[in-house]
């Protein structure tokens, strides 16, 4: 099955910029999309296809693809972006399901 | 506004059967396909079951296939999920969400505890 990698935790101070990846066989051909998830809370779509972004998600955040590897930028990073980030593909190889990695915590220090 | 309201959850023993449910307000339900997500305790989101606008398709992680049950009454604004023969290793929190095939989900729910335990 498909599998995407992403890395466990990634830190930032405030006002800095976070780049967390997302990294899966042949990723290029795939749409990538992007979750916030907040303990307690439902997740949240912070990026679809790849670089949109849903009316209310701030342009701080982006993403973007390169190679086998897809990343979620946020600039200028708040204490409010403190949460697990989570990234999504859907594979059609036999019967279509989608696969979420792994999850990455980012931590503002 | 969108809600998405499950309901079900609880503590159930292994081997046994339990039904989710997920309400549906704000939008038109028929238009919509649904999904279910699950989050184990300190682990990621895992897919678990699609079914489209209209019944017709469904998918499922291999994880569950054989075991659980996808289906919707769009009388009622409401997706169902029939767990069977359940195990340990399905203890998690199942979120109901919105979303298409190929597609990202848009919203979910705040979802409901399940814990499979004797």
């Known amino acids: 099955s498909y599998v995407l990698t992403q890395p466990p935790s990634v830190s930032v101070a405030p006002g800095k910029t976070a780049r967390i990846t997302c990294g899966g066989n042949?990723?290029?051909?795939?749409?990538v999309h992007w979750y916030q998830h907040k303990s307690g809370q439902a997740p949240v779509l912070v990026i679809y296809?790849?670089?949109d972004r849903p009316s209310g998600i701030p342009e701080r955040l982006s993403g973007s693809k390169s190679g086998n590897t897809a990343t979620l930028t946020i600039s200028r990073v708040e204490a409010g972006d403190e949460a697990d980030y989570y990234c999504q593909v859907w594979d059609t190889s036999s019967d279509p399901y989608t696969v979420f990695g792994g999850g990455t915590q980012l931590t503002v220090l | 506004q969108m809600q998405l309201v499950e309901s079900g959850g609880g503590v159930v023993q292994p081997g046994r059967s339990l039904r989710l449910s997920c309400a549906a307000s704000g939008f038109t339900f028929r238009s919509h396909a649904m999904q279910w997500v699950r989050q184990a305790p300190g682990k990621g989101l895992e897919w678990v079951a699609l079914i489209s606008y209209d019944g017709s398709i469904k998918y499922y992680a291999d994880s569950v296939k054989g075991r659980f049950t996808i289906s919707r009454d769009s009388s009622k604004n409401t997706v169902y999920l029939e767990m069977n023969s359940l195990r340990a290793e399905d203890t998690a929190v199942y979120y109901c969400?919105?979303?298409?095939?190929?597609?990202?989900?848009?919203?979910w729910g705040q979802g409901t505890l399940v814990t499979v335990s004797s």
């Open positions: 969400a919105r979303g298409p095939p190929l597609g990202a989900v848009d919203y």
């Open positions: 042949n990723i290029g051909s795939k749409s």
């Open positions: 296809y790849d670089g």
